[in-house]
């Protein structure tokens, strides 16, 4: 697939500023409405963000939540590591 570019302007909502998504892009990483994403600010300026997944937690119940939590951002914060790792 090739790269494309494609823009938006920042515009006030509410008491907030927002910039909304085109649905060519939603649909590129499967986002819909209600779904939740995750923004990762980089080096530069730069901002991605990708849709959250949700993790099944069947067969863990008596596992302390706190733990559980803890496990959560782990993976959020080293999600492209832990990636990389598996691929190897």
Do not use: C
């Amino acid at each position: 697939m090739a790269v494309k570019e494609v823009e938006r302007k920042v515009t006030k909502i509410g008491n907030s500023l927002g910039v909304t998504l085109p649905q060519e892009v939603l649909n590129h990483i499967g986002i819909k409405q209600g779904d939740e994403v995750s923004f990762q600010l980089e080096e530069g300026g730069k901002v991605s963000f990708k849709k959250n997944v949700n993790l099944n937690m069947d067969g863990l119940e008596g596992i302390d939540q706190d733990f559980l939590d803890g496990l959560k951002q782990v993976f959020n914060d080293y999600d492209n590591t832990l990636r990389n790792l598996a691929d190897r």
